[in-house]
């Protein structure tokens, strides 16, 4: 493993334990150069899904896209990056039960959805709005009403 700091190509473990419900191990490391500790986050690799554009594009399901995405959509509100992880977890999981080679973005977007309703009403009202795409106050409006509704 490369060093982050110094680029040297040596370091030692120092601890390893299970992360993300056992589905990858962390590691906390010591490059043996410049002793600058870091964390590393080992998993499994998986075929790689597809993710279905609206515009029919294919590219590859991305981990990083999907949280940065539920990120923006709880900003300065009170949700933990662990909460954000557990359902990044979550919703990958289901996409790979779901399909082993291509889910659309529509599938992907209901089950962000689905969850943030139960998390926080505020973030899942911000990602309907770029979700859903929508145009005007009234759009928001009927999601609240939704919302309240239910």
Do not use: W
Not at 13 to 29: E, I, K, P
Not at 112 to 127: K, T
């Amino acid at each position: 493993m490369r060093c982050p700091k110094c680029g040297y190509m040596d370091d030692k473990v120092l601890d390893s334990r299970a992360a993300r419900d056992g589905s990858a191990v962390r590691r906390r490391r010591e490059c043996l150069s410049c002793n600058h500790r870091f964390t590393t986050y080992e998993g499994i690799v998986r075929e790689e899904l597809r993710v279905v554009k609206r515009d029919g594009r294919r590219e590859e399901l991305s981990r990083e896209k999907l949280a940065g995405g539920i990120l923006r959509a709880c900003e300065k509100r009170p949700v933990t990056q662990a909460q954000i992880d557990e359902m990044v977890d979550s919703i990958l999981a289901e996409m790979a039960e779901i399909s082993d080679e291509e889910v659309t973005t529509d599938t992907i977007g209901a089950k962000v959805m689905e969850r943030l309703e139960r998390l926080d009403e505020v973030a899942y009202v911000r990602f309907a709005s770029v979700y859903k795409r929508f145009a005007d106050v009234n759009q928001f409006l009927n999601a609240i009403k939704e919302m309240v509704d239910k």
